[in-house]
């Protein structure tokens, strides 16, 4: 199993472009998360998705967007660019039952 | 929502040595704390968690302790190594759903 993937690894934005953070995951978990982390901080929940086709807000959304139409496949997409967007974002991953979150390795965010 | 303090933001140990990590939360229905090791440029990875149903769990040199009443969870390292050296996170969490994390505690041991 690969795990939690993560595409792009780095990526730098203008001010007002927009993209899209892969995640892919291959253990047919169903709970999946978007996190970012600032400098120095910890985690925080962007969105996350119970299961294919159910998405809900976490603490942080705004700027942001996500939809799961698959299993596998959670992205994240970042509407016009903000530096305040400037991050590293996580993608993680959890079975229905079990607690444990598995991380992807991770997409460095830099807008400018 | 739930808020997660942590302390301390660093902490050096000498090897050898034990360190411990404090954090406390907020929301009394928080039933799952999980602590997470990163170190640099990588991705945060579960160390040891403990349910509200059990005071202390521990895992060779790692051990985790909960005190509901006053809402708060510890780490505890013991017989620190230089491999030890990372950031430690800790987590709460209601449903399984949302995750909660504090800041962070920066861990260095001295060789």
């Known amino acids: 199993n690969a795990g939690v993937t993560q595409t792009p690894k780095f990526r730098i934005l203008k001010i007002g472009q927009s993209m899209t953070l892969q995640c892919t995951q291959d253990?047919?978990?169903?709970?999946m998360y978007w996190y970012r982390q600032d400098p120095g901080m910890g985690l925080k929940l962007i969105y996350y998705?119970?299961?294919?086709?159910?998405?809900d807000k976490g603490e942080v959304p705004n700027g942001y967007n996500v939809s799961r139409s698959t299993t596998e496949d959670f992205p994240l997409r970042l509407e016009l660019a903000a530096p305040s967007q400037t991050s590293v974002y996580f993608c993680?991953?959890?079975?229905?039952?079990?607690?444990?979150?598995?991380f992807g390795p991770g997409t460095r965010l830099t807008v400018t | 929502g739930e808020n997660v303090e942590q302390h301390p933001s660093t902490l050096s140990v000498q090897e050898g040595d034990s360190a411990v990590i404090k954090c406390t939360y907020s929301?009394?229905?928080?039933?799952?704390f999980p602590w997470y090791k990163q170190e640099l440029g990588k991705r945060p990875q579960l160390i040891i968690d403990?349910?509200?149903?059990?005071g202390e769990k521990k895992d060779q040199r790692i051990a985790v302790t909960l005190n509901k009443t006053a809402k708060h969870f510890s780490l505890h390292i013991t017989e620190t190594q230089p491999e030890d050296s990372a950031v430690y996170f800790c987590?709460?969490?209601?449903?399984?759903?949302?995750?909660?994390f504090g800041t962070g505690t920066s861990l260095t041991v001295i060789p």
């Open positions: 929301d009394s229905a928080s039933n799952y």
């Open positions: 998705s119970v299961g294919a086709g159910i998405t």
């Open positions: 993680a991953s959890r079975p229905g039952l079990a607690r444990e979150q598995y």
């Open positions: 403990i349910r509200s149903n059990v």
């Open positions: 253990m047919n978990h169903n709970y």
């Open positions: 987590a709460a969490s209601i449903t399984g759903n949302q995750f909660y």
